[in-house]
């Protein structure tokens, strides 16, 4: 069975530049995450999807941040403008439900480093 | 609220040495509990969790009880190997009209020959 994708890796760009990181869940899993991790934090969960809608975006900085999942497949993280704060990585994960129940299985990430 | 607090790293402990990592939470509820650890230059996995008080989950030799009164899910190893090295995060699901998920700072061991 194949992971969950991210793509790219890394991106670097200058602050007020804009930027897109896609996910591609394992196929079949309802719920989709995507988290922050700035080093040496844990992961902050910015949204979460069920199928196609938003369950929690409480921790979204919607100012510049959005993110959709068209389709109920996969999805894509938005910021524009960047900060330099917004350095991390983003990280996807997916579930087959959502619950305690149901594993999370991450992607690798893509590490973002805004000059 | 929520919140999860994890003892600070990095630990640094010999091969066979016992480990613990300490976890504690606060949750309005009954939340589930979990551990996750992230292995040099891979991603997140689950290595247990425990969804009600009193349970243990155990997997690869670790293991970790839910305290319930204590609020407490602290990870341990009898032994550690140099492959356990790696980034401990423990993190909780509590259920509001969603399932919230909180993780912790993590902590960093780091297990010498």
């Known amino acids: 069975e194949a992971g969950v994708a991210q793509s790219p890796r890394y991106k670097i760009i200058e602050k007020r530049q804009s930027v897109a990181f896609w996910c591609n869940p394992i196929s079949g899993h309802a719920t989709l995450y995507w988290y922050q991790q700035i080093l040496g934090q844990g992961p902050k969960l910015l949204i979460q999807?069920?199928?196609?809608?938003?369950?929690?975006d409480s921790q979204l900085p919607k100012d510049r941040f959005s993110a959709e999942r068209l389709k109920g497949v996969d999805s894509t993280l938005k910021i524009q403008p960047a900060k330099l704060e917004d350095s991390a990585v983003y990280l996807c994960a997916s579930s087959l439900e959502s619950g305690s129940s149901y594993e999370q299985y991450f992607g690798p990430g893509t590490r973002l480093t805004v000059t | 609220g929520n919140s999860v607090t994890q003892m600070e790293g990095p630990v640094t402990l010999s091969e066979e040495a016992f480990l613990t990592i300490n976890c504690t939470y606060t949750a309005t509820g009954y939340p589930s509990l979990f551990w996750y650890v992230q292995y040099p230059g891979e991603g997140l996995q689950l290595l247990l969790k425990a969804t009600k008080a009193d349970d243990k989950g155990s997997n690869k030799g670790f293991e970790a009880t839910y305290r319930k009164e204590t609020t407490s899910f602290h990870l341990e190893k009898g032994s550690v190997q140099v492959s356990d090295s790696a980034v401990y995060f423990c993190a909780l699901i509590v259920k509001t009209s969603y399932d919230k998920v909180i993780f912790g700072p993590g902590t960093s061991l780091s297990v010498i020959p």
């Open positions: 999807f069920q199928n196609n809608g938003v369950v929690d």
